[in-house]
Every structure is written in C-alpha cells, then in structure tokens.
C-alpha cells in the first residue's frame, strides 16, 4: 500500500513483507538499504565502491529491492553537473514497516 505521502506500508502484503525482513536481516544489503535512504541517488559502481560489494552482489540485491518496490532507478536523459546521461541511479523509496 502507498499513503499519500508517497511512504510504501509494508505489512498488508504478507509475501513482500517477508522478503523485506529477509534484506533487513542480511548485513550486505542492509547496508544498501541505509546507503540508498539519501536524497541523493548513486550509481552501481558509487554503491559498489562505498560498501565495498562486488558487482554481481550488489546487482542480485538490487533486483531482491526493485522486486518488491522499493528501489527508484533514474536515468537522465540529458547530463548535468552530477550526473552522465544514460547512466542509471539508484535510491530506496520512503517506507514504513507496520507490524500489527
């Protein structure tokens, strides 16, 4: 469910509540998770080189995350100061766990 706000509710939909507390519980990809609740998104070899990942991980993670909704994945299509065109970024959207 997603409030209005625009936070994601974990706790109605038993299935992707449990796939979210089995990442909470992995180290690795907590650790994402945390790096990834920024404002500002970051490139695989960014993530990669922050936590100290290697790559096939860190992409097997990042799939666990888009699978159940909580990864937001930007691509510019023009460069700025920041960013390459092309290249895709990656951020946690906001989310609440409710534990009845």
Do not use: C, W
Not at 27 to 33: G, L, M, P, V
Not at 36 to 63: C, F, G, N, Q, R
Not at 66 to 85: A, F, M, R, S, V
């Amino acid at each position: 469910m997603i409030k209005k706000d625009g936070r994601i509710v974990f706790g109605g939909n038993l299935e992707k509540t449990k796939k979210l507390g089995r990442l909470l519980s992995i180290d690795k990809s907590y650790a994402i998770i945390r790096l990834l609740d920024s404002k500002e998104p970051l490139t695989m070899t960014a993530i990669s080189k922050k936590l100290s990942i290697k790559l096939p991980i860190l992409v097997h993670y990042l799939l666990k995350l888009d699978e159940i909704g909580l990864l937001i994945i930007t691509i510019p299509k023009q460069p700025t100061l920041n960013k390459k065109k092309g290249t895709k970024y990656y951020r946690i959207k906001p989310f609440t766990l409710s534990v009845p």
